[in-house]
């Protein structure tokens, strides 16, 4: 069975995961710590917060979440093996509060979000690199009327660094991006505009 990294801190630190097959691109502990020591400083990874994974693969993202203690995770992911994959990743971490769905990430995000456990907190993205579905997924994510998100959250997308992203989505903002060889890691956040706020006043 391929590798999917471990994680890297919190309750379950050092437990190796699975990866669902070779295509899976795991995060290296670096761009991990790098990623969720953001989350952490955001504030955003409590116990009464909801973490989502979306195109959720291994599930690594939403299980370091678990780990570094948010309260619950969702993890969407279409492929069927994946999802298993995900399960059997939750019990060799022993984290409680994840669900696993499998479903397409865009039919998902077009449905209420209260039933999924939304609004969410944090949220991390990585679809696979060739296909075109970051912009879309943004869209959905900051549109205020859909309500998947809570002001002041924090979405972090993985994507192939020559791939340039929107700076805004509806209600999200980028404000950080860090790049680890290939990979980059883009951050968004939800809610108010504090400067355009005050230049409207």
């Known amino acids: 069975m391929p590798d999917a ?3 890297v801190s919190g309750s379950a630190k050092g437990v190796r995961l699975q990866a669902p ?3 899976t691109r795991p995060l290296s502990d670096r761009a991990k710590q790098a990623l969720f020591g953001t989350l952490e400083a955001e504030g955003v990874l409590h116990p009464d917060s909801a973490f989502l994974d979306l195109f959720a693969g291994s599930g690594a993202a939403g299980i370091e979440a678990l780990s570094r ?3 619950r995770a969702v993890f969407v992911e279409h492929d069927r093996r994946a999802c298993e994959v995900i399960e059997a990743n939750l019990r060799r971490a022993a984290l409680p ?3 696993v769905i499998r479903a397409d990430v865009q039919r998902f995000l077009e449905a209420a979000p209260g039933a999924s ?3 969410f907190a944090a949220c991390v993205a990585d679809p ?3 296909l075109p579905l970051l912009a879309p997924t943004l869209d959905r994510l900051g549109d205020a009327q ?3 998100l809570t002001d002041g959250a924090i979405v972090v997308t993985k994507h192939f660094w020559r791939d340039p ?3 805004a989505a509806g209600e999200l903002d980028s404000y950080r991006e860090r790049r680890f060889g290939e990979t980059m890691l883009t951050f968004y956040r939800y809610g108010d505009r504090p400067e355009q706020a005050q230049e409207d006043s």
């Open 21 to 23: 097959g070779t295509r």
């Open 5 to 7: 990294g471990r994680v």
């Open 117 to 119: 456990g939304g609004p």
């Open 165 to 167: 992203l929107p700076p």
């Open 146 to 148: 859909r309500g998947w």
């Open 69 to 71: 203690g948010a309260g």
């Open 97 to 99: 509060g994840g669900t």
């Open 128 to 130: 696979p690199y060739a």
